[in-house]
DNA sequence: TCCTTTACGTTGAAGCTTCAAGTACTGTAG
DNA sequence: CTACAGTACTTGAAGCTTCAACGTAAAGGA
């Protein structure tokens, strides 16, 4: 990805620079690391991947505690694929339930007390991991920096993934 | 993780604040989407995953295109098991051959020319999804942070796996 | 009403990753 | 030279995710 290796294209392809080059291998480093480190820390300390451990911290924060599927695995960011064999699993832990809409098709994910207690007790190691991991490296300023630059890569994300989808 | 849920450890845990926790949302939402947006690129347009890809990549910039396996692993960001298992298949494909280190114990993974023609094969469109997915939403200014940014992050990440992993 | 399309969700199989255990080789201390 | 420890790597099983196919129910026409 380096260099310039000609005439396999149509067109020649722009390469990314150096500084996107740098950022580049930041961002995979990041993206590959970040998310084992917390599957360890949760596995260890909860027996919950990060993934469950989000799910029910998503719903222990949604209204009365309870989303539909598809609106879940959006704030979750998951296929609702992944979301139906995570709730089955969380289901047979007795920490949510499926509950069908009334009005409407599409069910609801409820989270049972149970299920919140499990979000209380795992949350405090959790958090503590997080920030020995991230914030304690980062001052108020890159914070917000990063708040900013999140926020413009994400978005960048979903256009992409939206132009991509369309085309292929 | 929002409230100060009280009571449940020793002493009362140090929460993130406002900032942190949108900046922590952010961070969940880039590592978890990115990787499965490159993920789905590349095994739509060359049957690899990313990480396979990123193997490859990293051995076809190499000193006479060879690494030993423990030192491909860290530079992929990886387990050396998942990268013994991944390099058993790039073998089974014909892209990467191992070979014993004469002097010393260990192997080294070395890229075939028919690993080197996959990975140029497949870099222009992979390229161009970084671009689409990441680059192009960012000026150089933006660019340029998420270098500084990301080291901070990726260093940071580095010490607290490192005290993670002592205390248990 | 009937048909078609679309949104919502489930499921099983295949594939990838992790975890724990095991092999082998290399220093090093006694 | 023997025992012990540490490094490098492999392996099989268990678990998680993805993919593709399917079922079902609502909405939108004709």
């Not at 996107?20 to 991947?49: F, G, S, V």
């Not at 503590?128 to 413009?152: M, N, P």
Request: hydrophobic content about 45%.
């Amino acid at each position: 990805m380096t260099e310039t290796h000609e005439g396999t294209e149509p067109r020649s392809t722009r390469w990314l620079n150096d500084e996107q080059q740098l950022a580049w291998r930041e961002l995979i480093a990041l993206t590959t690391r970040l998310p084992a480190a917390l599957d360890t820390q949760l596995q260890r300390d909860a027996k919950l991947t990060h993934f469950e451990y989000f799910v029910l911290a998503v719903l222990s924060e949604a209204p009365d505690r309870r989303l539909q599927l598809s609106t879940l695995a959006a704030q979750a960011n998951a296929s609702l694929s992944r979301l139906s064999h995570v709730v089955t699993k969380l289901e047979k832990a007795g920490w949510v339930r499926r509950k069908a809409i009334v009005g409407s098709r599409g069910s609801l994910a409820v989270l049972t007390a149970s299920g919140y207690t499990k979000v209380v007790e795992s949350a405090p190691e959790h958090v503590e991991a997080v920030r020995a991991l991230v914030f304690d490296g980062l001052d108020d300023d890159q914070v917000r920096q990063l708040i900013t630059l999140g926020k413009a890569l994400v978005a960048q994300l979903d256009r992409g993934i939206a132009a991509g989808t369309g085309k292929a």
